[in-house]
């Protein structure tokens, strides 16, 4: 994780009365699968106390105003008055791709109009035609443009976020988008985990050679990004005009090579059979629209966490969304992200995504809750330090204006965050 520069005087004792429900979400340290998901720990008229950045104890409120801890430090103690409202912990927004310039409005209109994603990428529009702008930018815009999204995330509950490169696909430009990724953490209150996805597309100088393009990311760019240590994960397009699965697999390999893990985005318009995939051990595969029957029991018992994309299907206009209910009742971990992107998935909202989760893949809103915090951690393997209210644990929450918690998904495409708590810090939202 990247962690930032911020200083300020806020008393490291904090403690957080009056919470009408919380949500702890404590458990072991895996992800959760089947009817576990539904489990968030709901404990009513709570408290929480942290220090030093971490939680400390969280419970009844009873219990937690006879601490000795709350004794010993009454006189340091700073508060936050959550007033009967919903506190959760901070949403981890496990897959986006912050570093792009612009919005895609021509594809957007082109959609509109009946044309499908795919067909759009091949004629040179897609993720292809966000390559000349972030060629173009310098590291320092590139910067500015992935903080505005971070704070964006930050003002909707989301405090740890996977960040991928995937718009310079050359060694320079990547490189510049990882830079770009690390500057803008420094300036966030958040933890960010950064994601090498120079396998997006083969872009324009590659078209009659795409082996050529491999062998660089292989032997170049991975090596030089780990040696800088300027991502944790490496990513692939594995998909029809993107990658194939033979390239995922070298790909992969050069990653394990080079000490880093792996994740996929696979199965969003075609099926890929996984078994071979899942030999690397990836963090996640994401997307998942379409699995097979046969690597729905595989996943059930891999520690490879699925990362569902319903943003991607909104927005794409798609009927169908990835089939949720098939894969948590076959005991896969699934989790939930924005996919934030300027071609499929423009939003910065986690509630957002786990309102169409609730709406069209019949989560329910304690599932989607899971799937966004503890098993979204799992998914960055950060469950030790993220995605739950444990003593140890980082104290990053998110106090939501609502009496019960499933109206996080119930409202949708309106913003009832009121409070950040980041690192045991509050944060200033101004801009809400
Ligand atoms: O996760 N599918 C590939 N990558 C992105 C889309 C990127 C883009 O269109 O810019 C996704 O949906
Ligand atoms: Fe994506």
Known sequence: MIRNRHRDRQSPYLLLPNIGQLLTLR?????????????????????????????????????MLRHPWVKKNRRKLAEIDCRGRVVLPAFVDCHTHPVFVNPRLVDFEKRINGAHYEEIAAAGGGIRSSIGPVRESSRKALSGKVQVALEAMLRQGTATVEAKSGYGLSAK???KSLEAIRDA???????????????????????EKPQAYVELICEELIPAVARRKLAHYVDVFCERGAFTLEQTHEIFAAAHRNGLDTRAHVCQFTPTLLKELLAYKPA?????????????ALLGQSRTVAVLLPGASYFLGHKEYPDARRLIDSGVPIALATDYNPGTS????????MSLACTHMKLTPAEAIAAGTINAACALRLQDRKGS??????????????HDYREIAYWFAWNRCA??????KRQNLDGN
Do not use: Y
């Open 284 to 296: 996640s595969l994401d997307h998942m629209d379409c699995v097979h029957q046969d690597d729905v």
């Open 185 to 207: 953490a420094q300036h966030w209150p958040g933890a960010v985990s950064p994601t090498l996805l120079a396998a997006h597309v083969v872009p324009p100088e590659f078209t």
């Open 173 to 175: 430009d990547e490189i």
């Open 389 to 402: 209210i444990e003593p140890g644990k980082d104290a990053d929450m998110a106090v939501f204006d609502v």
């Open 27 to 63: 458990g072991d340290s895996t992800p959760r699968r089947g009817s576990a998901l539904n489990e968030v720990n709901l404990i009513q008229d709570a408290a929480v106390l942290c220090s030093g950045g971490k939680i400390i104890a969280a419970g009844p409120q009873r219990e």
């Open 346 to 353: 423009p939003t910065p909202s986690m509630p957002f995504i």
């Open 419 to 424: 409070e950040m708590i980041v690192a045991g």
